[in-house]
């Protein structure tokens, strides 16, 4: 801190959290610092490296003005670990990188530091990282779990409903809440707990996010068998207070490399410590539901794809990034290539991946217009519900497709609508 | 030397040895030096044999005289050695490196058998990556196989005896056995199983097996009440046929896609190494699967090439005509101190007694000899508790297979490593108290009570593994498969046939017509079979 009382902060970290953080922090008047990479633009910019990061809405506007006034610096790691407050939002399989970057910290000097460890690591985390640093003489860190939801984070860093605290160090509080002064709006909203129970209660909210959604997907696999609609029944669940309407969208599927890896770790936990199923069932449940775009068309087939064309639109695990990890496309193109269908493949921004993990195979087409990619399939697969597949022109898809067979991965169309000009349509639990 | 001379060359020396008793032939010097024979890593011990290192050159010369190596190669060039049925019996072609050719009637084989080998590699490939699809569209994670006999024994005596090799991605396919006519296995199964999720292999040489076809109906039927689709869909969906008859299995209903072939110069008992091996492959990946063929591959190489006193196969066989033709014993034990190979004595069952249980030459006339004995078995320590008793103080004389490994549960826990070491040791000290009997505890013990004295000198042969693995337990079947042809040609008879099974099917046809109508009492068979079918009619209340 320098003497006109200005904290000086480095948030180290691409993924949502860690930005936000820079954007309002910088915001409110303080020097926030992040790591210049070797891939930043030309101008030493900061910039997210995810385009689901930069897609936050009003996000990229506060970062440049931040830039512009001065409060924000893309610098070097040496300038970077010189800061006061060090603000960790890193990726859940990142641990060892944070240990090192502390292990930095603690070799840097004797000087008092606060750490707020807001990366999804797992329980016991920020313990480990504290141990690696000397308490006596005012070097703290405490968790702040990340509960931003995209597309919400800026308004949710900004005006709390809650925050939720595990810190065991006074001092350090006292220096968090003033950090935070502009947002929280006085600390009433704040939960002060342990750095494990913080961690904890991270895993609980995520373990039940998931639990939701394998089970508003069981919910419309078994609408598909009894003739109900799974929207109205979703409508009706989420009218009730007790339940709400989010994370209660059924679909094929979950996927992304961080939410999966984060589940597994609990869902290991679970099965270690209490030899509980649980979770296990709901990740089981999960693959299965992302192969069950693939078993519609298959059972629209009369079991067999032999000679039939295929085109996915939409094959990274959620709109607004370039990321396949655990997507449910990958396991549906492995289902179409292993009973030799042709496979035609779009998506705004995924395809250089996915090119990457298949190469060159001659069942597969990489097409870079989702139009051009439809021509002469015999069925669409919708599997990731980007903007551009919400509303496209299906008199033209009508013409284009040699069969009107549509399999909506994501409930984004209106079956009737789609009924109505001659298309199959199968969704996730629709009539 | 003529086949007479030899065996009266033997019968008198049988006659000198036979007051010999077995703690005393124990105590010559280099016995166990004399008496043990090797072929990689397994090690035949037939040192506790109620015979010297001199009967066994009597022995190789019988084999001599009996044109022994004539029939080896003959067997091995693909002759019609199967003389009531015209064929070769090639199992050891189904073993060869695909560089290796063997013409029959003017066919390379080997060509066909990679083929056949790589069609089921294939589908092996596509079940363990899921990606064997159901008519649900889920993959398929169960494989029941339909086969009785040798499309039953062979595969599910192999799973049992490789579980441990299973590779990870076989971890997500349960491979269940199904073979009893009344359905009872399949019946008990089919409660716990997924229809969309459940393949079917219906195993059966001929495709008119009746046992095996009336599961595959009743699995078949089970589909269909499950699934609205046609019955087409199903079946191409949820069944592989492993047939010699592509045909009939045509007919039942199996597409060609959907089968995998042998041929009839393959014996069911000998078919484990064909396609019939599919259960196998599935269960321990297709690398085990070929190390299997490879172990047994070596086994035949030994058997055709090495000298006859040294060759594993003629010394079991021959020790087998020493003890049943010269030592009078008719009963055989076969004891693996291994749980693993707990199907290896029903397996063994088959292989010797379909075999070599004639009596008619292969010149159509009566053998003047004793063929196959009684075999059967049990894992040895849980057989201590069961029959030992009779081996160590009953009146019958039987010979006794010890087969044991000296590794196991290497790098495992240390318990485990014990449990070895405790079956090990009571392998060890039982073929010691069946040989030696009470001088098994030295001199002085002989102050115990008549019910307390142990006689000894029961026979036994110790096969010794280094290691139980794909490789080893191909090279040990091949061992069997090969002693079995060597007591054959010993006494003239044609092992690859099985003609005494025929009678049973014709009769049952017969009573099946007559049971399923209405006339039971006028049957007219002998008066026994009248008489139950009577019995059975009035206590099904008259209706059938």
């Known amino acids: 801190m320098d003497g006109n009382g200005t904290m000086r902060i480095a948030v180290w970290g691409d993924e949502l959290a860690a930005w936000v953080a820079v954007a309002q922090l910088a915001a409110f008047g303080n020097d926030v610092s992040v790591v210049r990479h070797s891939g930043t633009a030309a101008n030493g910019g900061a910039r997210p490296g995810q385009s689901s990061v930069r897609a936050e809405p009003g996000l990229m506007a506060l970062l440049e003005s931040a830039e512009a006034q001065g409060h924000l610096r893309a610098e070097s790691d040496d300038q970077c670990l010189a800061a006061d407050i060090h603000w960790l939002a890193m990726a859940p399989d990142e641990e060892d990188q944070a240990a090192a970057l502390v292990q930095r910290l603690a070799q840097g000097g004797k000087t008092p530091l606060l750490l707020v460890n807001q990366s999804n690591f797992g329980i016991g985390a920020s313990d480990r990282l504290q141990a690696l640093l000397d308490h006596d003489i005012g070097q703290a860190v405490l968790c702040l779990p990340d509960t931003l939801q995209q597309g919400r984070a800026l308004e949710q860093f900004g005006r709390p409903e809650r925050l939720l605290v595990g810190c065991e160090d006074s001092a350090a509080l006292a220096l968090l809440k003033a950090l935070l002064r502009p947002f929280s709006g006085g600390v009433q909203s704040l939960q002060l707990m342990t750095r494990r129970e913080a961690e904890f209660s991270k895993f609980a909210i995520t373990g039940m996010l998931a639990l939701r959604l394998g089970y508003i997907n069981e919910l419309a696999n078994l609408a598909d068998l009894l003739g109900v609609d799974i929207e109205v029944v979703r409508q009706g669940m989420g009218s009730d207070e007790r339940i709400g309407r989010h994370y209660l969208a059924p679909g094929c599927g979950f996927g992304g490399q961080h939410f999966t890896q984060y589940i597994e770790g609990l869902a290991g936990l679970f099965s270690e410590k209490r030899r509980s199923t649980l979770l296990d069932t709901v990740l089981l449940e999960n693959q299965r539901q992302m192969e069950l775009p693939f078993r519609k068309l298959w059972q629209h087939y009369a079991c067999d794809l032999s000679g039939k064309t295929v085109v996915l639109w939409g094959l990274a695990f959620k709109p607004g990034v370039a990321s396949i990890d655990n997507a449910p496309a990958l396991r549906i193109i492995d289902a179409l290539l292993a009973q030799g269908v042709q496979v035609r493949l779009h998506d705004p921004e995924a395809l250089p991946e996915v090119r990457e993990h298949y190469g060159e195979v001659a069942q597969l087409e990489y097409c870079a217009d989702k139009y051009d990619a439809a021509e002469g399939a015999d069925a669409l697969l919708l599997l990731t519900e980007w903007p551009e597949y919400w509303s496209p022109d299906f008199g033209r898809l009508a013409q284009l497709l040699r069969a009107k067979v549509l399999v909506d991965g994501r409930n984004i169309y209106d079956p009737a609508l789609l009924r109505a000009q001659g298309f199959d349509y199968y969704g996730i639990g629709r009539l | 030397m003529n086949s007479d001379v030899a065996w009266r060359a033997l019968e008198s020396h049988a006659a000198e040895l036979k007051s010999r008793h077995l703690k005393d032939l124990l105590a010559d010097a280099g016995r166990f030096e004399s008496l043990n024979f090797a072929h990689e890593d397994l090690l035949l011990d037939l040192s506790r044999q109620r015979l010297l290192p001199?009967?066994?050159?009597?022995?190789?010369?019988?084999?001599?005289?009996?044109?022994?190596?004539?029939?080896?190669?003959?067997?091995?060039?693909?002759?019609?050695?199967?003389?009531?049925?015209?064929?070769?019996?090639?199992?050891?072609?189904?073993?060869?490196?695909?560089?290796?050719?063997?013409?029959?009637?003017?066919?390379?084989?080997?060509?066909?058998?990679?083929?056949?080998?790589?069609?089921?590699?294939?589908?092996?490939?596509?079940?363990?990556?899921?990606?064997?699809?159901?008519?649900?569209?889920?993959?398929?994670?169960?494989?029941?196989?339909?086969?009785?006999?040798?499309?039953?024994?062979?595969?599910?005596?192999?799973?049992?005896?490789?579980?441990?090799?299973?590779?990870?991605?076989?971890?997500?396919?349960?491979?269940?056995?199904?073979?009893?006519?009344?359905?009872?296995?399949?019946?008990?199964?089919?409660?716990?199983?997924?229809?969309?999720?459940?393949?079917?292999?219906?195993?059966?040489?001929?495709?008119?097996?009746?046992?095996?076809?009336?599961?595959?109906?009743?699995?078949?039927?089970?589909?269909?009440?499950?699934?609205?689709?046609?019955?087409?869909?199903?079946?191409?969906?949820?069944?592989?046929?492993?047939?010699?008859?592509?045909?009939?299995?045509?007919?039942?209903?199996?597409?060609?896609?959907?089968?995998?072939?042998?041929?009839?110069?393959?014996?069911?008992?000998?078919?484990?190494?064909?396609?019939?091996?599919?259960?196998?492959?599935?269960?321990?990946?297709?690398?085990?699967?070929?190390?299997?063929?490879?172990?047994?591959?070596?086994?035949?190489?030994?058997?055709?090439?090495?000298?006859?006193?040294?060759?594993?196969?003629?010394?079991?066989?021959?020790?087998?005509?020493?003890?049943?033709?010269?030592?009078?014993?008719?009963?055989?034990?076969?004891?693996?101190?291994?749980?693993?190979?707990?199907?290896?004595?029903?397996?063994?069952?088959?292989?010797?007694?379909?075999?070599?249980?004639?009596?008619?030459?292969?010149?159509?006339?009566?053998?003047?000899?004793?063929?196959?004995?009684?075999?059967?078995?049990?894992?040895?320590?849980?057989?201590?508790?069961?029959?030992?008793?009779?081996?160590?103080?009953?009146?019958?004389?039987?010979?006794?297979?010890?087969?044991?490994?000296?590794?196991?549960?290497?790098?495992?826990?240390?318990?485990?490593?014990?449990?070895?070491?405790?079956?090990?040791?009571?392998?060890?000290?039982?073929?010691?108290?069946?040989?030696?009997?009470?001088?098994?505890?030295?001199?002085?013990?002989?102050?115990?009570?008549?019910?307390?004295?142990?006689?000894?000198?029961?026979?036994?042969?110790?096969?010794?593994?280094?290691?139980?693995?794909?490789?080893?337990?191909?090279?040990?079947?091949?061992?069997?498969?090969?002693?079995?042809?060597?007591?054959?040609?010993?006494?003239?008879?044609?092992?690859?046939?099985?003609?005494?099974?025929?009678?049973?099917?014709?009769?049952?046809?017969?009573?099946?017509?007559?049971?399923?109508?209405?006339?039971?009492?006028?049957?007219?068979?002998?008066?026994?079979?009248?008489?139950l079918l009577a019995a059975i009619g009035a206590r099904r209340g008259g209706t059938s």
């Open chain 2, 54 to 531: 001199q009967t066994v050159d009597g022995l190789v010369s019988l084999a001599r005289a009996c044109d022994l190596p004539g029939w080896i190669e003959a067997l091995f060039q693909g002759e019609a050695v199967n003389n009531t049925e015209q064929r070769p019996a090639l199992h050891t072609a189904l073993r060869l490196p695909a560089s290796g050719t063997l013409e029959v009637a003017g066919e390379d084989v080997v060509p066909k058998v990679h083929a056949n080998l790589a069609r089921m590699a294939q589908m092996v490939d596509l079940l363990h990556h899921g990606q064997w699809r159901g008519y649900t569209g889920e993959p398929i994670d169960t494989v029941v196989n339909i086969g009785v006999g040798g499309s039953d024994l062979g595969p599910m005596m192999a799973c049992k005896a490789l579980d441990e090799f299973e590779p990870e991605q076989a971890e997500s396919i349960e491979v269940h056995f199904v073979s009893s006519m009344d359905g009872s296995q399949l019946a008990a199964l089919l409660e716990q199983l997924n229809p969309a999720t459940t393949l079917f292999i219906v195993s059966s040489k001929s495709f008119t097996t009746i046992d095996t076809l009336a599961n595959a109906a009743t699995a078949r039927r089970w589909l269909q009440d499950a699934s609205d689709l046609p019955d087409e869909v199903l079946v191409s969906r949820h069944f592989i046929a492993v047939t010699a008859s592509p045909e009939k299995a045509c007919q039942w209903g199996i597409p060609d896609t959907s089968q995998l072939h042998f041929w009839d110069w393959t014996g069911g008992r000998y078919s484990m190494w064909s396609t019939i091996g599919l259960p196998i492959a599935l269960k321990i990946g297709t690398d085990n699967f070929q190390q299997l063929l490879a172990g047994a591959h070596s086994m035949d190489e030994h058997f055709r090439r090495a000298p006859l006193q040294q060759n594993l196969p003629v010394l079991l066989a021959m020790t087998g005509i020493w003890n049943i033709n010269f030592l009078d014993i008719h009963a055989h034990a076969i004891l693996p101190y291994d749980g693993r190979l707990a199907h290896l004595p029903a397996y063994l069952e088959q292989l010797e007694m379909e075999s070599n249980g004639k009596s008619v030459r292969r010149d159509g006339s009566a053998s003047p000899h004793r063929t196959c004995p009684v075999l059967w078995g049990e894992v040895g320590p849980n057989a201590q508790h069961a029959f030992y008793q009779l081996l160590h103080q009953g009146t019958e004389p039987v010979m006794c297979d010890f087969v044991v490994s000296a590794r196991r549960y290497t790098g495992q826990r240390e318990t485990l490593q014990r449990q070895h070491q405790l079956a090990l040791a009571n392998c060890l000290a039982q073929a010691r108290v069946l040989a030696l009997g009470d001088a098994a505890l030295g001199s002085g013990q002989d102050n115990s009570k008549p019910w307390q004295r142990y006689r000894g000198n029961q026979p036994s042969t110790v096969i010794l593994l280094d290691e139980l693995t794909p490789r080893a337990l191909g090279a040990l079947i091949a061992l069997y498969e090969h002693k079995v042809f060597v007591q054959s040609v010993i006494w003239g008879i044609n092992p690859f046939d099985q003609w005494g099974v025929e009678l049973g099917k014709t009769m049952a046809t017969q009573l099946l017509e007559v049971l399923d109508s209405a006339d039971q009492p006028g049957a007219a068979f002998d008066q026994a079979t009248n008489g």
